[in-house]
T-cell receptor, first 115, second 113 residues
Framework: GENVEQHPSTLSVQEGDSAVIKCTYS??????FPWYKQELGKGPQLIID?????GEKKDQRIAVTLNKTAKHFSLHITETQPEDSAVYFC??????????????FGRGTQLTVWP | DGGITQSPKYLFRKEGQNVTLSCEQN?????MYWYRQDPGQGLRLIYY???????QKGDIAEGYSVSREKKESFPLTVTSAQKNPTAFYLC????????????FGSGTRLTVV
């Protein structure tokens, strides 16, 4: 099946700085890459996603880039705010055989934004 | 509003007892999933179901059981065979092969004493 690696596992930034989280995936057939934000004690919420036919997508302060050749994708948060503090998960969706439709998650990044 | 509901939010059980966690969705999604989350372990897949009356084991199915008798419901039973059941359990649903990934519930924190 698919294998997703996520780095770093923890990230601390000053308010107003940028934060970048990186993920790699193993199966070139994967075609959809969502990012989730999980606040303490809650379920993950989708914040942005990108499909394999697109290289970059932006939504206000967050953006995601995808490099299909290298099989990696990244989340960029600009002008960080304390409320951005959470655990962020990347995922890749399988697109063949028994992996079809299933999301494979990275292990998460704990982002802390200091005021 | 459409969504996915997990209940209860907190659950306490004595060691050796079976316990069932509820997951209901009104999103008309075909697929449903159960994940276990432990500190530093990310999301680990327990069971998933892509259609009613069918389900598959995930990566850590031992000690758990599920049923999918209705499209809207996917209950998870944590049996006495699960050696370390204390964890945060998340249910999710999706429309299957396409769409925008998963919608997650708010989770159930199970503590076994």
């Amino acid at each position: 099946g698919e294998n997703v690696e996520q780095h770093p596992s923890t990230l601390s930034v000053q308010e107003g700085d940028s934060a970048v989280i990186k993920c790699t995936y193993s199966d070139s057939a994967s075609n959809y890459f969502p990012w989730y934000k999980q606040e303490l004690g809650k379920g993950p919420q989708l914040i942005i996603d990108i499909r394999s036919n697109v290289g970059e997508k932006k939504d206000q302060r967050i953006a995601v880039t995808l490099n299909k050749t290298a099989k990696h994708f990244s989340l960029h948060i600009t002008e960080t705010q304390p409320e951005d503090s959470a655990v962020y998960f990347c995922a890749a969706r399988g697109n063949r055989g028994s992996t079809l439709g299933r999301l494979y998650f990275g292990r998460g990044t704990q982002l802390t934004v200091w005021p | 509003d459409g969504g996915i509901t997990q209940s209860p939010k907190y659950l306490f059980r004595k060691e050796g007892q079976n316990v069932t966690l509820s997951c209901e969705q009104n999103l008309n999604h075909d697929a449903m999933y159960w994940y276990r989350q432990d500190p530093g372990q990310g999301l680990r897949l327990i069971y998933y179901s892509q259609i009613v009356n069918d389900f598959q084991k995930g990566d850590i199915a031992e000690g758990y059981s599920v049923s999918r008798e209705k499209k809207e419901s996917f209950p998870l039973t944590v049996t006495s065979a699960q050696k370390n059941p204390t964890a945060f359990y998340l249910c999710a649903s999706s429309d299957g092969q396409g769409g925008r990934g998963y919608t997650f519930g708010s989770g159930t924190r199970l503590t076994v004493v």
